[in-house]
Nanobody, 123 residues
Framework: QLVESGGGFVQPGGSLRPLCAAS????????IGWFRQAPGKEREGVSY??????TKYYTDSVKGRFTISRDNDQVYLQVNSLKPEDTAVYYC????????????????????WGQGTQVIVSS
């Protein structure tokens, strides 16, 4: 089971640090993707980190603002300069599919999903 935390309510320009942790298995054995889903929209890939942590990807809209990292069997998503359009439920997902990593944003690559953590950006 994956568990997300660290969401919240912030004003535009603010920061949060959502966290993904695992219960019952070792997260270090998986590559991890962060996705988000806003009301009425499809789930979209936000960021990805490989099992080793050496490979990272970001969707264009968050480049320069979001940073993914992993440490101590947890995966973090540092989100800075938040915008109202970043409002969504953020999910982490784990995968042992390591081929074609550039296709990290396909939800079907992931075997386990968390329940999500809400991020609301509003003034």
């Amino acid at each position: 089971q994956l568990v997300e935390s660290g969401g919240g309510f912030v004003q535009p320009g603010g920061s949060l640090r959502p966290l993904c942790a695992a219960s019952g298995f070792t997260l270090d054995n998986y590559a991890i993707g962060w996705f988000r889903q806003a009301p009425g929209k499809e789930r979209e890939g936000v960021s990805y980190i490989s099992k080793s942590g050496d490979t990272k990807y970001y969707t264009d809209s968050v480049k320069g603002r979001f940073t993914i990292s992993r440490d101590n069997d947890q995966v973090y998503l540092q989100v800075n300069s938040l915008k109202p359009e970043d409002t969504a439920v953020y999910y982490c997902a784990s995968t042992k599919t390591y081929t074609y990593e550039s296709r990290w944003y396909f939800p079907s690559r992931y075997q386990y999903w968390g329940q999500g953590t809400q991020v609301i950006v509003s003034s």
